[in-house]
């Protein structure tokens, strides 16, 4: 089968070419890892190419199937929205992409499909660059990467009350049965009022799309255009005029100030990139918060899966190819 048939978008795949991949719904629009995995690739003179897969979700099986039997392919990252959902597709999970219930990487080993999951490790690296005590942490998202960065954070802050938020409140409660050891400092907040009422919030880590430099092209907005921060569910398939997008991003950005301005002297982590600065930075930054983006833990989860891919390549020699 030609891969052209699968994907979204059209590639230069050759006959017989080694290749790694990654998908997700869009990463030919601003990926970063194909830029990086390829300047890995070309400075360590290794024939092989990362092309990024544009994948609609119901071919995401039919892929997963072509690169099992592909004997040209060794490993895929894997990115926004497949990353819980690729799992059910592969042969093996390493234990922390399994506790986690998250893949960001996959591997073929022995022509068998392995998940593994780098974005703890490069949320780790990140949270090295803050020095100052942490005694409440806020994480806002459930996803791929959030659930992550939740274990991240327990396992970073272990005597820290780190709260919980999800718009999908479900979901959030059965991610924290998985969660097997120091639990008795997870504070679940079910609702909106919950959320507004936290105070002495010394780290907030956004980890949804919220911020994201993509388009909602149910009302022709940006995600960039809103913060994760709001006091009320952002329902977009309710803003169906210009004037409803407009009070709703009014009403966001007040929101997020107001929050901020009570925990003024947390850092603010997003894990977005792209852009590098997102609304709820800039806001904070107003304010004179710290703020984090998502760009180094971006960079180290891509060294992290290159070597997991690449072992006898040392990650001090990939940290200076990819840079």
């Known amino acids: ?17 080694k290749f790694v991949s990654i998908i997700g719904l869009k990463p030919s629009k601003g990926a970063r890892s194909p830029i990086l995995w390829n300047k890995a690739y070309s400075k360590l003179k290794i024939s092989k190419k990362m092309f990024p897969f544009d994948l609609k979700p119901h071919k995401l099986g039919k892929l997963i199937y072509y690169l099992k039997r592909n004997n040209n392919f060794f490993a895929s990252a894997v990115t926004i929205p497949y ?60 996803g791929g990467a959030g659930k992550a960065c939740i274990i991240g954070a327990k396992n970073k802050y272990p005597k820290a ?49 919220l911020g994201f430099d993509s388009e909602i092209t149910s009302i022709k907005s940006n995600f960039k255009y809103f913060s994760p921060i709001s006091f009320s569910e952002i329902k977009f398939d309710k803003l169906t005029t210009k004037e409803k997008v407009i009070n709703a991003t009014i009403e966001n950005i007040l929101d997020t100030f107001t ?65």
């Open 1 to 17: 089968m030609n891969i052209n048939k699968l994907i979204q978008n059209k590639i230069n795949l050759k006959d017989r070419q």
């Open 83 to 142: 990353k819980e959902k690729v799992i059910s597709y592969l042969d093996e999970i390493d234990q922390s992409a399994s506790e986690i219930g998250s893949v960001n990487l996959i591997v073929k080993e022995k022509n068998k499909l392995k998940g593994y999951n780098t974005d703890y490790i490069g949320f780790q690296y990140t949270l090295k660059r803050i020095s100052k005590k942490v005694n409440n942490v806020l994480i806002i998202g459930c």
């Open 161 to 209: 009350n780190v709260y919980l938020f999800n718009r999908d409140l479900n979901k959030l409660r059965k991610f924290n049965k998985r969660i097997k050891t120091n639990k008795k400092n997870i504070i679940i907040l079910k609702n909106f009022i919950d959320f507004k009422k936290l105070k002495k919030i010394d780290l907030i880590i956004n980890t949804t799309s």
């Open 259 to 323: 929050f901020l301005k009570t925990n003024s002297n947390a850092i603010i982590f997003d894990i977005i990139y792209q852009p590098s600065r997102t609304l709820i930075m800039k806001i904070g930054e107003k304010i004179g918060l710290r703020t984090i983006n998502g760009l180094e833990m971006n960079f180290m989860q891509a060294v992290q899966a290159f070597k997991i891919v690449n072992k006898k390549i040392k990650i001090n020699k990939i940290i200076s190819v990819m840079r």
